[in-house]
């Protein structure tokens, strides 16, 4: 038996592509299978479409599906409004996020700093859901933001704030604002850590050398700490970006009742039957992130990861 | 007499490159032997070679007599000291060093008592439960040897080992890796790219370059007597005379290498060999001895002055010198 | 002193405030459920809360319907960990160093599951077991948490074997260990910690997933979606509250964990989720 299993040994020693095979194989057919089998199936959808009078899906190829979701203006307006919002969202996430991720890799004690990695950590991977409803009770009219302005005597800021156009509303809880603040706080962990990493690798002489050169902190911040963080920024907001594009419970819960995305794709294969449209809803996702991971590796994105 | 190790044309390329091209090496059993070259010359992929963790495209590897070219590392009697050490660090001094006994499912109290011994040979009693990461680099480094050395192979391989340590407790190491070596009278085969370790310790040194051997040697023959221009470059502070030169003014029919410490600064002309002048480019101090720096035409020489009261040095840079030198102490190179 | 200290080593007043108030961006909404908890108030979300009580949590305690989401929720994260612990070593182990044609292909299918939104991969899975005709059950959840829970552990195991000396398994077999013998003695304890924390993380993202899990689920009722039930028309408020603080709690403890056990080390790549 021990010599047996010594042969054997002594087989894939020398034969490394079986062993790599051995460990491949499950994963592989896993993914292969189960997962991209499907995706495929899913995503061929696209291509047949919808009798519109028997509410039936007509499995023939034919780009009518996609061509209905590139003219019907609403769903353009989907479409721009998902994408705009993606983009506010990845900007939002890291001008707050930014001067964490600065502060974290530069001028913390390694103490403080493990303090900040888990305070980054714990929402990051902590419920995605419980912390859309804490929102919930902070937008909520009768909630913490409307009852601080109160005593500060600012309610007429935020009822000017929310008279604006687009991005205003009824309350701070149906408005793009409250939707815009909660997907910054739900993928805020996911910009600050590419970030960071990006900026730990900066070393500190670089930074002594440009203060040394004449620099003052401001130039040496706009020279010489933004441009090395850009790897990261465009690392976290292929994160950010993603997330929002294809979310559809936020836009759900807090949120006008205008579409997103991810609402479109869910309705279309939900209560209205029609596959292909979800299917080609999806399509835009996918595309629209190869596009920017394409722009993001330019600049040096998957370094930073 | 049976050789501890033979290579017989060995070839092996990685894609495009060549890292090794017709290697033919004989090592005696007991011989401390080094492999000396630059970083990229190839001498650590011939060591992975006779370690057994890389297979030659084309020749064969032979350790006593016995062909074990496509035998796996875990079958071969040789064991490799590494350049990171790569000790188990989820394991302790103890466990890592009594690995190769687990594995061969010796009884743990004859375990007990070789971690023992071969811990008090390598000075490490009373470091037994502490973790690599808890340990300094000198430590780590006897920790690797202790874990090699403990199956009492008959060949150890050394994969640059004091590369990461610093100057001191290199030298120290030397000294104590020599010792070893004589107390456990087995082959070493010991790859750096320092030449002064090279010198200092070995029996004799094969001179790796570009996946070649240039040279097979004591070293004091690689030291006085180098066979190729790229040897003598690579040993020492040498001045190398091409043959055009050499022709046209020494009245010499080879280009040559010659020593610094051989070239004599304004002596006596009449009693050297050849002689030439040349101009002083820098006068560098090095403790013990001025290293002086001239140049004549195109070719750089490398002449020395040893520091002494009775005699001190009046030249200055920019100076005309008059260099001189003997046959005998010029070694002639081939094409 | 020839040079004025300076103190551009320092951060700025500016840059601290930032980062303090960042970090208390992330963790306020968080204490807030924590006290909403407390509240006496059960038909709004009001703000300071008028009163305290410890009832809600006598509440949940007896009610069955979310013991049960409780129940299914950690069957479902503890069999779809088991499984991408299994998988994603595996993948981890094949793909960290070696280099094959397709390699790219193979790593970007393990990352695709996350990469793309939740969604899709619902929506696809759910469409998939409909045309093989597969009826939904717990195994349905399971097959489609642990597709994506596989990235969690393979990130952390590949970042442990790219930091682990290459020689270690050289050296391993040097010493007359064959295969197996440094797989189990060696790869394994080595990555021990790192496949302990991929694991956990892996745990957390099960427990509290509700996209795929809403098409995967049918009928079935897992803590995260009768969160979302809730969420979507708010019927009992002060059990909500308690209940997110139960998820907090359970999740917390696996992301703790994992941090603990690999702190000497930067394995867990919060990137990777």
């Known amino acids: 038996m021990i010599s047996s299993l010594d042969n054997f040994s002594n087989y894939l020693y020398k034969n490394k592509h079986i062993l790599l095979l051995i460990f491949l194989l499950p994963p592989l057919l896993w993914l292969g299978i189960i997962y991209l089998g499907s995706l495929v199936v899913f995503l061929f959808h696209s291509l047949f479409y919808l009798d519109g009078f028997t509410g039936k899906v007509v499995y023939q190829i034919s780009f009518s599906t996609i061509a209905e979701l590139f003219s019907s203006p609403a769903n353009i307006d989907i479409l721009i409004r998902t994408v705009v919002l993606a983009l506010a969202v990845s900007i939002g996430a890291a001008v707050i996020g930014f001067p964490i991720a600065f502060y974290m890799a530069k001028f913390t004690s390694p103490k403080i700093k493990i303090f900040f990695y888990l305070a980054i950590m714990l929402p990051l991977w902590s419920s995605y859901l419980v912390r859309v409803y804490s929102w919930k009770l902070i937008l909520a009219k009768e909630g913490i933001i409307n009852w601080v302005l109160a005593k500060l005597h600012l309610t007429w800021l935020l009822d000017a704030i929310l008279s604006l156009p687009v991005v205003g509303g009824p309350s701070l809880s149906i408005s793009y604002l409250g939707m815009f603040l909660v997907f910054t706080y739900i993928w805020l962990p996911f910009m600050i850590l590419p970030i960071q990493a990006s900026l730990e690798r900066v070393p500190n002489s670089l930074l002594n050398a440009s203060y040394d050169l004449g620099a003052t902190r401001r130039q040496t911040f706009y020279k010489v700490v933004l441009p090395l963080a850009l790897p990261g920024i465009a690392a976290g907001s292929i994160f950010t970006f993603s997330l929002t594009l294809g979310d559809y419970i936020i836009p759900y819960i807090i949120g006008t009742s205008k579409f997103f995305i991810g609402q479109a794709v869910y309705t279309h294969q939900g209560t209205a039957g029609n596959i292909p449209l979800a299917a080609a809803f999806s399509l835009v996702p996918i595309g629209v992130m190869a596009i920017y991971i394409y722009f993001a590796k330019k600049l040096g994105a998957f370094n930073a990861l | 007499m049976i050789k501890a190790l033979n290579l017989r044309n060995i070839n092996k390329r990685y894609n495009e490159t060549v890292a090794l091209s017709d290697i033919n090496l004989d090592i005696e059993d007991g011989e401390f032997f080094s492999l000396l070259g630059p970083s990229g010359s190839g001498k650590t992929t011939c060591l992975k070679v006779i370690g057994g963790f890389e297979e030659p495209d084309t020749g064969d590897v032979t350790l006593f007599n016995e062909d074990v070219t496509y035998t796996p590392p875990f079958k071969r009697n040789v064991n490799t000291v590494f350049q990171d050490y790569a000790l188990f660090p989820h394991m302790n001094v103890e466990e890592n060093v009594s690995y190769s006994l687990k594995i061969k499912k010796i009884p743990k109290n004859e375990q007990k008592s070789k971690v023992d011994e071969i811990l008090s040979i390598v000075k490490l009693n009373g470091y037994e439960k502490r973790k690599p990461s808890e340990l300094s680099g000198g430590q780590r480094q006897r920790v690797a040897l202790a874990r090699s050395l403990i199956n009492r192979p008959k060949i150890l391989l050394l994969d640059e080992p004091l590369g990461a340590l610093d100057l001191k407790l290199r030298e120290q190491m030397q000294f104590e890796l020599k010792n070893l070596q004589r107390q456990f009278q087995i082959t070493f085969i010991y790859v750096t790219h320092d030449q002064q370790e090279a010198l200092s310790m070995s029996d004799r040194i094969a001179i790796f370059n570009e996946g070649k051997i240039e040279q097979i040697d004591t070293p004091n023959n690689i030291y006085l007597k180098p066979k190729t221009a790229f040897v003598a470059d690579f040993i020492g502070t040498t001045s190398i005379i091409p043959k055009d030169f050499a022709k046209k003014s020494l009245k010499y029919n080879y280009g040559f290498s010659i020593r610094p410490e051989n070239i004599n600064i304004n002596s006596n002309i009449a009693e050297y060999d050849f002689s030439i002048n040349a101009s002083i480019n820098d006068i560098q101090f090095q403790g013990s001895y001025y290293k002086i720096l001239c140049q004549t035409e195109n070719i750089n020489l490398t002449a020395l002055h040893y520091l002494d009261m009775k005699n001190p040095l009046n030249i200055k840079i920019g100076d005309n010198i008059q260099l001189s030198w003997n046959k005998m102490d010029i070694t002639n190179l081939d094409d | ?273």
């Open chain 3, 1 to 273: 002193m020839l040079f004025k200290k300076n103190n551009l080593n320092k951060a700025s007043f500016g840059l601290k405030l930032g980062a303090i108030l960042g970090i208390l961006f992330l963790h306020v909404p968080l204490f807030l459920i924590i006290l909403y908890a407390f509240t006496t108030e059960d038909k709004s979300y009001q703000f300071p809360p008028p009163g305290y009580t410890l009832k809600w949590f006598s509440i949940v305690l007896s009610r069955q319907d979310i013991w049960n989401a409780v129940s299914l929720s950690l069957q479902v994260a503890i069999i779809s960990t088991m499984a991408a612990i299994v998988l994603g070593t595996l993948a981890a182990a094949a793909l960290y160093k070696a280099s094959f044609f397709g390699r790219d292909s193979i790593t970007l299918l393990i990352i695709l599951p996350i990469a793309l939104p939740g969604i899709i991969t619902g929506i696809s899975l759910r469409s998939a077991f409909g045309v093989v005709g597969i009826p939904f059950s717990t195994w349905t959840i399971i097959i489609g948490h642990a597709t994506f829970c596989m990235v969690v552990v393979y990130n952390n195991v590949v970042a442990r074997l790219r930091r682990s000396s290459p020689n270690l398994i050289q050296a391993s077999m040097d010493l007359g260990a064959n295969n197996f013998q440094t797989f189990f003695y060696v790869i394994l304890p080595n990555l021990g910690t790192a496949i302990l924390a991929g694991g956990m993380l892996a745990f957390a993202l099960s427990f509290d997933e509700v996209i795929v899990t809403t098409f995967t689920a049918g009928q079935q009722t897992t803590l995260p979606i009768w969160m979302l039930s809730e969420l979507i028309r708010p019927r009992q408020r002060p059990i909500t509250n308690v209940v997110a603080v139960f998820i907090i709690c359970i999740t917390f403890i696996p992301i703790l964990y994992a941090s603990y056990i690999t702190r000497n080390t930067t394995d867990t790549e919060g990137s990777s989720k």
